[in-house]
Structure formats: structure tokens, C-alpha cells
Nanobody, 119 residues
């Protein structure tokens, strides 16, 4: 059974930093495009950052220069380093693993971790 488990969410003051982790079991992340998404109350889930199997990264405009996504194949873990946090970063953050296969694409989600930015 595939499981993605996020951790690292917390309450932090504006300007602070957090590092989120996403660990996988029952899945090897290596060929997957790994992504972090977030969903604030009353809003749709949106992409925060994505990293391909070759290390290419994509970021939402709102987090460019502040957030960094990375992956560690040996630990089968994906990270999201978040710096200079703002109240508008408050959301539940979800890890996603996606593998494009013609007949049976694989798309897995974690349960989410809460990030709250507030003074």
C-alpha cells in the first residue's frame, strides 16, 4: 500500500522558516514528479512547487525566492524549505507523487500538514 506522510507543519511567526518533509512507503519516488500543494480554507488546492525526476523545479509565483523544493533519493523523501513566511502562506500542505503512464497514470497524495503563519 502506497503512503505519503508529510511532517513539519507548525505555527510560526511571519518571517520565520519551516521545512516540510514527505516520506514515502510502498513507493519509490525516483521516477515520479513530486509536488507540494496547499489549500487554504475556502480555496482550491494549488501548486506550490514541483520537482521532476531529473531535478527540474517549478514554483508558484507567490513563493519564488522564498521556498525551495528538493528530493533525497536515498531517503525516499521530498522536502519543502519555506523561508520568509507570510500569513498568506497559511494552509494545509499536501505532498503529491505523479507518474505519467499512458494507460495507468499513478497519482498519490498525502494526508496533509498544517502550516499556520501568525503573530
Amino acid at each position: 500500500q502506497v503512503q505519503l506522510v508529510e511532517s513539519g507543519g507548525d505555527l510560526v511567526q511571519p518571517g520565520g522558516s519551516l521545512r516540510l518533509s514527505c516520506a514515502g512507503s510502498g513507493i519509490i519516488f525516483t521516477p515520479y514528479v513530486m509536488g507540494w500543494y496547499r489549500q487554504a480554507p475556502g480555496e482550491q488546492r494549488q501548486l506550490v512547487a514541483r520537482i521532476t525526476s531529473t531535478g527540474d523545479t517549478t514554483y508558484a509565483d507567490s513563493v519564488k525566492g522564498r521556498f525551495t523544493i528538493s528530493r533525497d533519493g536515498a531517503k525516499n523523501t521530498v522536502y519543502l524549505q519555506m523561508n520568509s513566511l507570510k500569513p498568506e502562506d497559511t494552509a494545509v500542505y499536501y505532498c503529491n507523487a505523479y507518474l505519467m503512464l499512458l494507460r495507468n497514470p499513478r497519482d498519490y497524495w498525502g494526508q496533509g500538514t498544517q502550516v499556520t503563519v501568525s503573530s
